[in-house]
Protein backbone atom coordinates (compact mmCIF):
# COMPACT_ATOMS: atom_id res chain seq x y z
CA UNK A 1 0.00 0.00 0.00
CA UNK A 2 1.93 3.45 -0.98
CA UNK A 3 1.18 6.27 0.10
CA UNK A 4 1.11 8.07 3.82
CA UNK A 5 -0.46 10.19 6.33
CA UNK A 6 0.62 13.29 8.85
CA UNK A 7 0.23 12.67 12.55
CA UNK A 8 0.04 15.20 14.66
CA UNK A 9 1.58 15.24 18.32
CA UNK A 10 -0.68 16.93 19.60
CA UNK A 11 -2.68 13.64 19.40
CA UNK A 12 -1.30 12.39 22.78
CA UNK A 13 -3.32 15.26 24.01
CA UNK A 14 -6.68 13.43 23.11
CA UNK A 15 -8.79 12.10 26.07
CA UNK A 16 -10.26 9.23 24.22
CA UNK A 17 -6.95 8.12 22.88
CA UNK A 18 -4.76 9.04 26.10
CA UNK A 19 -6.96 7.07 28.77
CA UNK A 20 -4.93 4.59 30.58
CA UNK A 21 -4.80 0.88 29.03
CA UNK A 22 -2.17 -1.45 28.02
CA UNK A 23 -0.34 -0.66 25.28
CA UNK A 24 -0.18 -2.75 21.73
CA UNK A 25 2.83 -3.62 20.08
CA UNK A 26 1.80 -0.84 17.43
CA UNK A 27 0.65 1.94 19.66
CA UNK A 28 4.08 1.26 21.28
CA UNK A 29 6.12 2.11 18.56
CA UNK A 30 3.33 4.85 17.52
CA UNK A 31 4.36 6.41 20.63
CA UNK A 32 8.14 6.32 20.33
CA UNK A 33 8.03 7.95 16.52
CA UNK A 34 5.89 10.85 18.22
CA UNK A 35 8.06 10.98 21.12
CA UNK A 36 11.23 11.36 19.37
CA UNK A 37 12.93 15.16 19.12
CA UNK A 38 11.82 16.57 15.74
CA UNK A 39 15.21 18.52 16.09
CA UNK A 40 18.75 18.80 18.00
CA UNK A 41 18.26 19.46 21.41
CA UNK A 42 19.84 19.93 24.44
CA UNK A 43 19.09 19.09 27.92
CA UNK A 44 20.47 18.26 31.75
CA UNK A 45 20.82 14.25 32.59
CA UNK A 46 21.97 14.84 36.21
CA UNK A 47 24.76 17.25 36.21
CA UNK A 48 25.80 16.47 32.82
CA UNK A 49 24.43 19.00 29.09
CA UNK A 50 23.41 15.68 26.93
CA UNK A 51 22.92 16.35 23.56
CA UNK A 52 20.27 14.66 21.55
CA UNK A 53 19.96 14.14 18.43
CA UNK A 54 17.07 14.65 15.73
CA UNK A 55 14.57 11.07 15.86
CA UNK A 56 16.48 9.94 18.85
CA UNK A 57 15.56 10.65 22.68
CA UNK A 58 16.31 10.00 26.09
CA UNK A 59 14.59 7.81 28.33
CA UNK A 60 14.80 5.12 31.06
CA UNK A 61 13.02 1.86 30.66
CA UNK A 62 11.05 2.24 33.92
CA UNK A 63 9.78 5.17 32.29
CA UNK A 64 8.62 3.07 29.06
CA UNK A 65 7.23 0.74 31.20
CA UNK A 66 4.67 2.69 33.53
CA UNK A 67 3.51 4.20 29.84
CA UNK A 68 2.79 1.47 27.98
CA UNK A 69 1.54 -0.09 31.03
CA UNK A 70 4.25 -3.57 30.47
CA UNK A 71 6.65 -5.40 32.83
CA UNK A 72 10.34 -5.27 32.30
CA UNK A 73 11.03 -8.10 30.19
CA UNK A 74 8.22 -7.53 27.48
CA UNK A 75 9.95 -4.17 27.03
CA UNK A 76 12.77 -5.33 26.60
CA UNK A 77 12.23 -8.15 24.28
CA UNK A 78 10.02 -4.95 21.82
CA UNK A 79 13.18 -3.19 21.75
CA UNK A 80 15.19 -6.32 21.16
CA UNK A 81 12.93 -7.18 18.42
CA UNK A 82 13.08 -3.65 17.03
CA UNK A 83 16.42 -2.95 16.59
CA UNK A 84 16.97 -6.25 15.25
CA UNK A 85 14.69 -5.51 12.31
CA UNK A 86 17.05 -1.90 12.39
CA UNK A 87 13.70 -0.21 13.21
CA UNK A 88 15.93 1.77 16.05
CA UNK A 89 19.08 2.06 17.61
CA UNK A 90 19.39 0.99 20.95
CA UNK A 91 22.08 2.53 23.58
CA UNK A 92 21.13 1.50 27.73
CA UNK A 93 23.55 2.39 30.88
CA UNK A 94 22.82 2.65 34.53
CA UNK A 95 20.75 5.84 34.01
CA UNK A 96 19.12 5.94 30.92
CA UNK A 97 17.76 4.15 27.48
CA UNK A 98 18.89 6.01 24.49
CA UNK A 99 16.48 5.33 21.46
CA UNK A 100 16.80 6.71 17.94
CA UNK A 101 14.77 6.20 15.14
CA UNK A 102 16.22 4.54 11.91
CA UNK A 103 15.78 6.62 9.05
CA UNK A 104 13.87 9.51 11.13
CA UNK A 105 13.26 11.78 7.98
CA UNK A 106 11.40 8.93 5.54
CA UNK A 107 8.15 9.35 8.45
CA UNK A 108 8.43 13.09 8.11
CA UNK A 109 6.53 15.55 5.93
CA UNK A 110 9.66 17.34 4.37
CA UNK A 111 7.18 19.78 2.34
CA UNK A 112 6.04 21.09 5.60
CA UNK A 113 9.17 20.45 8.13
CA UNK A 114 11.04 22.64 5.99
CA UNK A 115 8.59 26.37 6.80
CA UNK A 116 9.71 28.26 9.75
CA UNK A 117 7.75 28.00 12.51
CA UNK A 118 5.85 31.61 13.21
CA UNK A 119 3.37 31.00 14.72
CA UNK A 120 2.21 30.87 18.72
CA UNK A 121 0.96 27.07 18.14
CA UNK A 122 4.06 25.67 16.04
CA UNK A 123 6.27 27.27 18.56
CA UNK A 124 4.79 25.11 21.90
CA UNK A 125 4.88 22.20 19.77
CA UNK A 126 7.90 21.25 21.59
CA UNK A 127 7.72 18.82 24.81
CA UNK A 128 9.69 17.78 27.62
CA UNK A 129 8.46 14.31 28.86
CA UNK A 130 10.39 11.78 28.64
CA UNK A 131 12.43 12.66 25.68
CA UNK A 132 13.53 16.01 27.11
CA UNK A 133 11.79 17.50 23.62
CA UNK A 134 11.16 20.85 25.05
CA UNK A 135 11.87 24.95 24.62
CA UNK A 136 11.19 25.82 28.00
CA UNK A 137 8.67 28.08 28.02
CA UNK A 138 9.38 30.69 31.12
CA UNK A 139 5.66 31.77 29.94
CA UNK A 140 4.01 27.95 31.09
CA UNK A 141 6.82 27.23 33.66
CA UNK A 142 4.22 28.79 36.51
CA UNK A 143 1.29 27.53 35.31
CA UNK A 144 3.24 23.97 35.55
CA UNK A 145 3.85 24.37 39.28
CA UNK A 146 0.53 25.39 40.17
CA UNK A 147 -0.82 21.95 38.51
CA UNK A 148 2.10 20.04 39.80
CA UNK A 149 0.78 21.00 43.44
CA UNK A 150 -2.86 19.69 43.12
CA UNK A 151 -0.74 16.25 43.35
CA UNK A 152 2.42 16.38 44.89
CA UNK A 153 1.17 17.27 48.29
CA UNK A 154 0.61 12.62 48.61
CA UNK A 155 4.27 12.37 48.85
CA UNK A 156 4.30 14.37 52.06
CA UNK A 157 1.11 13.38 53.31
CA UNK A 158 1.73 10.83 56.43
CA UNK A 159 -1.07 8.60 55.66
CA UNK A 160 -0.22 7.75 52.28
CA UNK A 161 3.75 7.75 53.23
CA UNK A 162 2.74 5.56 55.55
CA UNK A 163 0.40 2.99 53.28
CA UNK A 164 2.50 3.08 50.24
CA UNK A 165 5.80 3.92 51.01
CA UNK A 166 8.01 7.46 49.31
CA UNK A 167 9.14 5.31 46.31
CA UNK A 168 6.16 4.08 44.91
CA UNK A 169 4.13 7.19 45.65
CA UNK A 170 7.02 9.53 43.49
CA UNK A 171 7.03 6.99 40.52
CA UNK A 172 2.85 7.72 40.46
CA UNK A 173 2.94 11.39 40.85
CA UNK A 174 6.09 11.15 38.01
CA UNK A 175 3.69 9.54 36.22
CA UNK A 176 0.38 11.60 36.56
CA UNK A 177 1.84 15.27 36.15
CA UNK A 178 3.94 14.24 33.22
CA UNK A 179 3.02 17.10 30.74
CA UNK A 180 1.08 17.64 27.63
CA UNK A 181 2.30 18.53 24.14
CA UNK A 182 1.44 22.35 24.63
CA UNK A 183 3.39 22.17 28.32
CA UNK A 184 0.08 23.61 30.24
CA UNK A 185 -1.92 20.17 31.40
CA UNK A 186 -0.55 17.41 33.50
CA UNK A 187 -1.87 13.85 32.29
CA UNK A 188 -4.19 13.70 35.55
CA UNK A 189 -5.81 16.73 34.71
CA UNK A 190 -7.41 15.48 31.02
CA UNK A 191 -8.70 12.67 32.91
CA UNK A 192 -12.65 13.25 33.38
CA UNK A 193 -12.43 12.10 37.17
CA UNK A 194 -9.42 11.43 39.51
CA UNK A 195 -9.64 10.32 42.89
CA UNK A 196 -6.33 10.03 44.26
CA UNK A 197 -7.11 7.38 46.90
CA UNK A 198 -8.81 4.74 44.23
CA UNK A 199 -5.75 5.58 41.91
CA UNK A 200 -3.16 4.96 44.07
CA UNK A 201 -4.45 2.20 44.83
CA UNK A 202 -5.08 0.28 41.55
CA UNK A 203 -1.54 1.65 41.18
CA UNK A 204 -0.63 -0.30 44.04
CA UNK A 205 -2.45 -3.54 43.02
CA UNK A 206 -0.37 -3.03 39.84
CA UNK A 207 2.52 -2.81 41.59
CA UNK A 208 4.81 -1.73 38.25
CA UNK A 209 7.90 -1.48 39.92
CA UNK A 210 7.71 -3.50 42.70
CA UNK A 211 7.17 -0.80 45.20
CA UNK A 212 4.81 -1.54 47.20
CA UNK A 213 5.85 -5.21 48.06
CA UNK A 214 8.94 -4.25 49.32
CA UNK A 215 7.05 -1.68 51.13
CA UNK A 216 5.11 -3.56 52.80
CA UNK A 217 7.68 -6.30 53.53
CA UNK A 218 9.36 -3.64 55.19
CA UNK A 219 7.09 -2.57 57.35
CA UNK A 220 6.24 -5.85 58.29
CA UNK A 221 9.19 -6.66 59.25
CA UNK A 222 9.35 -2.91 61.50
CA UNK A 223 5.96 -4.22 63.24
CA UNK A 224 7.74 -7.84 63.82
CA UNK A 225 10.81 -5.96 65.62
CA UNK A 226 8.53 -3.65 67.76
CA UNK A 227 6.14 -6.90 68.89
CA UNK A 228 9.74 -8.47 69.67
CA UNK A 229 10.87 -5.48 71.35
CA UNK A 230 7.37 -5.03 73.32
CA UNK A 231 7.40 -8.74 74.18
CA UNK A 232 11.07 -8.95 75.84
CA UNK A 233 9.99 -5.25 77.36
CA UNK A 234 7.08 -7.20 79.23
CA UNK A 235 8.36 -10.31 80.32
CA UNK A 236 8.77 -9.61 83.74
CA UNK A 237 4.76 -9.25 83.56
CA UNK A 238 2.07 -11.92 84.75
CA UNK A 239 1.48 -14.32 81.92
CA UNK A 240 -2.06 -13.47 81.78
CA UNK A 241 -1.12 -9.73 80.57
CA UNK A 242 1.87 -10.83 78.32
CA UNK A 243 -0.94 -13.30 76.53
CA UNK A 244 -3.37 -9.93 76.19
CA UNK A 245 -0.72 -8.22 74.53
CA UNK A 246 0.71 -10.77 72.74
CA UNK A 247 -2.56 -11.03 71.23
CA UNK A 248 -3.23 -7.57 70.54
CA UNK A 249 0.07 -7.21 68.73
CA UNK A 250 -0.10 -10.42 66.31
CA UNK A 251 -3.28 -9.60 65.56
CA UNK A 252 -2.60 -5.96 64.29
CA UNK A 253 0.66 -6.89 62.01
CA UNK A 254 0.11 -6.37 58.49
CA UNK A 255 -3.01 -4.42 58.91
CA UNK A 256 -1.28 -1.16 58.01
CA UNK A 257 0.02 -2.07 54.30
Known amino acids: MDGWISLHRKILENPILNRS????NFEAWIWLLLKANHKDNK??????????KKGSM????KKLCR????GSTKLRNFLKVLQKDKMILLETNTQSTHITICNYESYQDKQTS???QTTHAQRTDNTRTTTNNNDN???NVNKIKVHTKKITYILNNKKYLEKYGKPLLQAFVDYWTEQSVNGIKMRYQKEKAFDVDKRLNTWAKNDYDGYWKRHKEKMIQKEQDEYLKNASKNAHKTPEYQNKEIKKMISSIGKKV
Open 21 to 24: RVYS
Open 58 to 61: ITSQ
Open 114 to 116: NKK
Open 67 to 70: QFRW
Open 43 to 52: FMLGSELVKV
Open 137 to 139: KDN
